[in-house]
């Protein structure tokens, strides 16, 4: 007799224990934060009745989509050369000009910069880390654009400016781009042996 009370009180207090821990569990998930959810439940209840009573429209044909498709393709073709005119923050007349193929972001880079990492803990199985561009180096290069003039002179700078696919009516301004041959040489050299590199695959 008492065998079975002790056993019976051993069992008592597991399940005890077990209850505790999954409501501590529980809270430790996020299902505490009762004022989230029900924010979320009347933000989904509302947006479920405005589709009711105004859903979206149904067109047959896109102009947006249209272009963003002249857009990239406009961007991407080796042959169009853009007039990307700079500007210092304000002042109406800009400082100088240049053609240049592209522009592009000092942000940009090749591989994602995040990653899933796996942890095999407590919460979710993945959380997010800011992964390493292609230098090895982590964090942001500021907020400049950049690009390539047809004699493959990088320009990079984080003025405002305009890019259009014909010279506009500025007067007096200055071509920056503008270079001498020994230096236009000296670039061409420097690009094959990129471009060569790049075709090797190294």
């Known amino acids: 007799m008492f065998k079975l009370k002790s056993f019976s ?3 008592l207090i597991f399940c005890l224990i077990f209850f505790m821990s999954a409501s501590n569990e529980g809270c430790w998930r996020g299902n505490g934060n009762k004022t989230a959810k029900e ?3 009347r933000v989904e209840t509302n947006q479920q ?5 105004q859903p979206s429209p149904m067109v047959s044909w896109s102009l947006e989509r249209d272009n963003l498709i002249k857009r990239f393709k406009l961007q991407n073709d080796r042959s169009v050369q853009m007039y990307m005119y700079v500007f210092i923050e304000g002042v109406g007349t800009p400082i100088g000009y240049y053609l240049v193929n592209k522009v592009s972001s000092v942000n ?3 591989t994602n910069p995040e990653q899933l ?3 095999p803990t407590e919460g979710p199985d993945y959380f997010i880390m800011p992964s390493p561009a292609e230098d090895g180096s982590y964090g942001t290069n500021g907020s400049a654009v ?3 003039t047809p004699d493959n002179m990088y320009l990079e700078h984080n003025m405002k400016y305009i890019c259009s696919t014909a010279p506009l009516g500025f007067k007096d301004v200055p071509n920056i781009g503008e270079i001498t ?3 236009k040489n000296k670039l061409k050299e420097q690009m094959d042996k990129i471009e060569s590199e790049m075709s090797s695959g190294q």
């Open 9 to 11: 009180g051993i069992f």
């Open 39 to 41: 924010e979320q439940a």
């Open 49 to 53: 009745r405005l589709n009711s009573v």
């Open 108 to 110: 940009s880079q090749l």
């Open 117 to 119: 990492v796996y942890q």
């Open 146 to 148: 950049f690009g390539f």
């Open 181 to 183: 041959v020994l230096f």
